[in-house]
């Protein structure tokens, strides 16, 4: 076999890798009610307060939709509605793509002792980390505060072409999502890595280079991580899976093993 045709197929095998790595999470998890229940709390409160948000849009979404296709008000009656569908599709979807991605920067601010507190247990589990560099509180919300403002924008930049090219028939509804699934798991990978990266002294530059290096195995993980959120509820119970399943791929991406060393319970 060639070595153009190795790389596509170590590409695809790392995706997939990837997305073990939240199942993975998930298998420990499930087996350390403790995990969950620390990692559900923040989610929960974000998830509440992002429900509410979901049902006002849904509300007012008819007069979103007829605001951004105001060019086709003196439009037919049959063209027009397809406008307006279309409009509709593509604010929703830009909404939950930012909404998730803005979820999980929220949920990480709001929990961020908690999800230190289950990244710790976890590296511990897999050999911790000697190069771990200690952090006040204070300092650690700052830089989380920092970083998660910084996907925010990148987000919204990313996510205002979505929305524009939403509007392209039959492309906007088909090609769009899946480029959107694969921006939104890079950028989860991103956020959800956070907490692996700061405990070593990194910033949001070393994880771009980190995982930039390993992209499929971040998409792989990433786009898993999105999948779940697009889920009802999807969000709030998969997010102390996906913060155990970013410590393995920060693991991972860094070298670090991630086979068991330590049995005790987390």
Not at 103 to 117: C, H, M, N, S, W
Not at 127 to 155: C, F, T
């Amino acid at each position: 076999m060639s070595g153009d045709q190795k790389r596509p197929v170590t590409a695809l095998r790392e995706f997939f890798t990837g997305a073990g790595l939240l199942g993975r999470g998930l298998g420990l998890v499930l087996g350390s009610p403790r995990l969950f229940l620390i990692g559900l709390i923040p989610a929960l409160i974000s998830g509440v307060l992002y429900t509410a948000a979901m049902i006002v849009l849904l509300r007012f979404l008819p007069d979103l939709s007829a605001q951004v296709t105001w060019f086709a008000d003196d439009w037919s009656g049959w063209l027009r509605g397809t406008f307006r569908v279309l409009g509709g599709t593509a604010v929703l979807g830009l909404s939950v793509l930012i909404g998730i991605l803005t979820f999980t920067a929220v949920t990480l601010l709001i929990g961020d002792p908690f999800y230190e507190k289950i990244s710790e247990l976890v590296e511990d589990r897999f050999g911790g980390v000697p190069e771990a560099v200690e952090l006040g509180l204070w300092e650690s919300l700052r830089r989380s505060l920092v970083d998660s403002l910084k996907l925010i924008g990148i987000s919204i930049l990313v996510g205002i072409p979505l929305f524009l090219l939403g509007f392209l028939p039959f492309v906007g509804q088909t090609v769009i999502p899946v480029l959107a699934g694969a921006v939104g798991g890079w950028l989860l990978a991103l956020e959800l890595t956070g907490v692996a990266f700061q405990r070593r002294g990194q910033r949001l530059r070393h994880r771009r280079l980190v995982l930039g290096q390993h992209r499929a195995l971040a998409l792989g993980f990433g786009s898993a991580v999105f999948a779940c959120f697009l889920i009802p509820l999807g969000a709030v119970l998969v997010m102390p899976a996906a913060i155990t399943g970013a410590t393995l791929l920060a693991r991972r991406s860094l070298g670090r093993p991630i086979e068991i060393t330590n049995t005790a319970s987390l």
